[in-house]
């Protein structure tokens, strides 16, 4: 079905675990170049590296920091220089980085969410424009950008998260800027909206916890990363979705209908 992603040159950031390692599972398994990124070197890097290249594509690791915007920078000139173009960038990277409720937001909390979740994005897409306008004029098709949103984008996000929920809803926003000015250039972006997902991201939570708060959800739990992975590689192949941008695909087992 996803038969387009063979050889496409796929930038994953913030992929090391969870939704962005699952995805980049489901690109070597499509037969895609993939570059895994993460802040810091996973420990077992080698022996990672090991079973996702015996998976049918070609995957290799990337150490930057993308909540510095020159690393966003580096990193994207060190993909470029490993695969030789971008066809698809997948903006992954985010997370909470605490949870402080309005009285306790200073400063120095307000730009680390902002720039792990919002600028990050930005500034890799910024980076990677020209190189994924090159590959869809080279091939006649689509590229194709993927930014993670959230479920928190809409709501507002849970106790201690309105910061990120705001740096999401900001991802979701600017994205239709993008539309509006680099469809011309080849480019699609969409975004995929997790819902609650078992990942680090709740490791603050006991598995009673996560079974109670689940329970709460139209499936009744929380969803699996393997099973946001399909919708990147949807997003990804031309041949799936080349007349679709600009959309929000909501993957919450019915947690929130907007
Ligand atoms: P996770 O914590 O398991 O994974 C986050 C990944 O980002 C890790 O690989 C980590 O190394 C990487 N990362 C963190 N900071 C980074 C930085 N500065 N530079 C480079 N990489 C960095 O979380 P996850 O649940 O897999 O989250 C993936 C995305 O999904 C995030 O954008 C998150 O906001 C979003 N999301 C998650 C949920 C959920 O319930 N899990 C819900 C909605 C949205």
């Given at each position: 079905m996803f038969d387009d992603l063979k050889g496409k040159r796929v930038l994953i950031t913030g992929?090391?675990?969870g939704i962005g390692l699952a995805a980049v599972e489901a690109f070597a398994r499509a037969g895609a170049k993939v570059a895994m990124n993460g802040r810091r070197i996973p420990a077992d890097l080698e022996a990672t590296l090991a079973r996702l290249n015996g998976l049918g594509g070609e995957v290799v690791f990337l150490q930057a920091d993308v909540s510095d915007s020159a690393a966003c920078g580096t990193l994207v000139e060190a993909f470029v220089e490993r695969f030789?173009?971008?066809d698809v960038l997948i903006n992954n990277a985010g997370g909470l980085v605490a949870r402080k409720p309005l009285p306790e937001i200073d400063d120095e909390f307000f730009d680390a969410v902002t720039d792990l979740n919002s600028r990050s994005a930005l500034m890799v897409t910024k980076h990677a424009l020209p190189h994924l306008k090159a590959a869809a004029a080279q091939n006649g098709t689509t590229s194709s950008v993927i930014s993670v949103g959230s479920v928190a984008g809409y709501t507002g996000g849970g106790p201690g998260a309105g910061l990120y929920g705001a740096a999401k809803a900001w991802l979701h926003n600017i994205q239709k800027n993008w539309v509006a000015f680099h469809t011309k250039d080849g480019i699609r972006f969409n975004m995929v909206s997790p819902g609650?997902?078992?990942?680090?991201?709740?490791?603050?939570?006991?598995e009673d916890t996560k079974a109670r708060i689940g329970s709460g959800f139209p499936m009744g739990r929380f969803g699996r990363p393997e099973e946001c992975a399909p919708t990147f590689l949807f997003f990804a192949s031309h041949a799936c979705?080349?007349?679709?941008?600009?959309q929000v695909l909501d993957v919450n087992g019915g947690q929130y209908m907007p």
């Open positions: 992929s090391t675990q030789g173009g971008i609650t997902f078992d990942t680090a991201f709740h490791a603050d939570k006991d979705s080349g007349y679709i941008t600009g």
